[in-house]
């Protein structure tokens, strides 16, 4: 039983002419006949009672009627969710993110794509950039929001800066420099150091050893956690200073006072990136919005 098949007998049985189903099929009268005798010989069972003056479906026409309807339906469902996949309508999309950079806009970003493509199942992670190279490695995820690849890597993915970060250093409010809005870096000499774990970020931890280092000091690191979080949290109790982006001001703060860097000029982009052999449908629309939507990111993590 062939679509073809199987429209000729539909149009036959809603018809109840040979000769009217020929004409909405354009086609001819004999050959819906032969669709007709053909499809009975496959199914040994007669599904019209006909005579020259009129057609009647049998018990067995009207069971196969039924299920006949849909099966088309079926079909042009299938049709149109092929097309709707190719054009990523629909699909799953999984997006790895740093939370102490994304958190912010990553809500409103996601809304608003599934609101313009509900069909597509968004899996969102939070995960460190050492996690998320690893889950890239694994195919585990299709696009992730990260501080910029490493070097030897940068050939592998393509990416899009969305917004541009700036390093600030974080005191406690009872520390001496609480009551100033902007440092020299220098003036954190001598002070016990948190910094988030290289392991997790290799590039930012190396960036502010650097910029100490041409502050004419080298920083006493005491701690390296792996979350952003525990990091606001040891500062506010008092277990030493940080630095760090800008951007983990949106997290709970409470106990703590962030300080602009006097010439501390350095950008810290946070990027979208896509492996390039990914051929997943569903990220071009995601990408593009994004993209879209960069002057308000941007605007938002400036707030």
């Known amino acids: 039983m062939d679509i073809k098949t199987l429209k000729s007998f539909i149009s036959v049985a809603e018809h109840q002419s040979f000769s009217a189903a020929a004409k909405q099929l354009h086609t001819v009268q ?24 009129e057609v009647v479906i049998t018990s ?25 996949a190719e054009q990523g ?36 992670y939070e995960m460190s950039v050492s996690q998320q190279l690893e889950a890239f490695k694994n195919q585990q995820i299709d696009i992730s929001f ?8 940068t050939t592998d993915y393509v990416s899009h800066t969305i917004f541009n970060d700036k390093l600030v250093a974080v005191v406690n409010q009872q520390h001496r420099l609480a009551g100033k809005k902007s440092i020299n870096l220098a003036e954190l000499d001598n002070e016990e150091f948190i910094l988030f774990n290289r392991e997790e970020a290799v590039a930012l931890f190396d960036e502010i050893v650097m910029m100490c280092n041409d502050a004419g000091f080298s920083p006493n690191i005491v701690s390296q956690p792996s979350h952003m979080q525990t990091l606001l949290t040891e500062v506010a109790s008092g277990l030493g200073v940080a630095i760090g982006p800008y951007c983990i001001r949106k997290q709970h703060t409470e106990g703590c006072h962030f ?45």
């Not at 990260?146 to 890597?153: D, K, N, T, V």
Request: hydrophobic fraction near 45%; include cysteine.
């Open 259 to 303: 300080l602009m860097l006097n010439q501390a000029d350095k950008l810290i982009p946070v990027q979208l990136h896509v492996k390039k052999s990914n051929q997943a449908a569903t990220v071009a629309p995601f990408v593009e919005l994004t993209i879209a939507m960069k002057q308000e990111i941007e605007q938002r993590m400036s707030e």
């Open 89 to 124: 309508e629909i699909g799953t999309l999984k997006v790895a993110h740093l939370p102490s950079a994304c958190l912010p806009f990553m809500a409103k970003l996601v809304n608003t794509f599934i609101n313009k493509f509900p069909g597509v199942h968004v899996n969102l």
């Open 60 to 84: 067995a026409g009207k069971q196969l009627l039924n299920h006949g309807h849909k099966i088309l339906a079926l079909i042009e469902e299938a049709k149109s969710n092929a097309k709707r």
């Open 30 to 53: 004999p050959a819906i006949s032969r669709h007709i005798a053909q499809l009975e010989e496959s199914l040994g069972v007669s599904l019209f009672n006909r005579n020259s003056r």
């Open 146 to 153: 990260s501080r910029p690849m490493p070097a030897s890597l």
